[in-house]
């Protein structure tokens, strides 16, 4: 596709579910993150892959959450026993190298409410 | 650590009126700076960005110009339009793989 997929683009968990969510780049892109953004606030860090190398997990809020990007190009993010505070859009983004320049291109999110 | 403040929000304006949209940062070192805009039911995307001091960033009609001496990076429009009504995020990126966000400034343009 053209664009940073996500899915799905809501989702509705009860409290102690796991859940996964799916990243789709934009294709040959070899960086993604994964931000979380709060309602009425910035997004804010999770994690970043260059191709399938985690190279930085320093924003995951807690050992529930995990990623993964296994060959370099879809990656998911899962949240196993989800409490009420994981509540929020996740959002994923991509950009075709590893610069601090580089223009990132975010998908529309992942509407997540645990209840 | 390096941040990023913005004015609170929501600043409502009649179409053709001047924006500002005030945005300070702490880094260290000169990092570059984005402008990010979100629109209603949409992703993120790049708006503009400025990669050194007293560079300007432009794109459709908006500007920004990187100020090392005020730590400033404030976003203007001369004319706005009710097409612009969104939401802006200033950010910068304290090394490479991660990007700190302000908490984003909601634009009403009422027309």
């Known amino acids: 596709g053209a664009g940073v997929s996500q899915s799905p683009r809501y989702k509705v968990a009860k409290r102690g579910q796991d859940v996964a969510l799916r990243c789709d780049p934009i294709s040959g892109h070899v960086s993604l993150f994964w931000y979380q953004q709060a309602l009425g606030q910035g997004p804010e860090f999770l994690t970043y892959?260059?191709?399938?190398?985690?190279?930085?997990k320093s924003g995951l809020p807690s050992d529930r959450f995990f990623a993964e990007r296994p060959e370099g190009s879809v990656s998911t993010l899962k949240i196993q026993r989800t409490q009420q505070e994981d509540s929020a859009v996740y959002l994923c983004a991509s950009s075709r190298a590893s610069s601090t320049n580089e223009k990132l291109f975010f998908g529309s999110g992942t509407q997540l409410s645990v209840l | 650590g390096d941040s990023v403040t913005q004015m609170e929000g929501p600043v409502t304006l009649s179409e053709e009126a001047f924006l500002t949209i005030n945005c300070t940062y702490t880094?260290?070192?000169?990092?570059?700076l984005f402008w990010y805009v979100q629109y209603p039911g949409e992703g993120l995307q790049l708006l503009l960005k400025?990669?050194?001091?007293?560079d300007k960033g432009s794109n459709k009609g908006f500007e920004a110009t990187y100020r090392k001496e005020t730590t400033s990076f404030h976003l203007e429009k001369g004319s706005v339009q009710v097409s612009d009504s969104a939401v802006y995020f200033c950010?910068?990126?304290?090394?490479?793989?991660?990007?700190?966000f302000g908490q984003g400034t909601t634009l009403q343009v009422k027309p």
């Open positions: 400025a990669t050194k001091a007293d």
């Open positions: 892959f260059q191709n399938e190398a985690q190279l930085d």
């Open positions: 950010a910068l990126p304290p090394n490479t793989g991660k990007l700190i």
């Open positions: 880094a260290t070192g000169y990092p570059s």
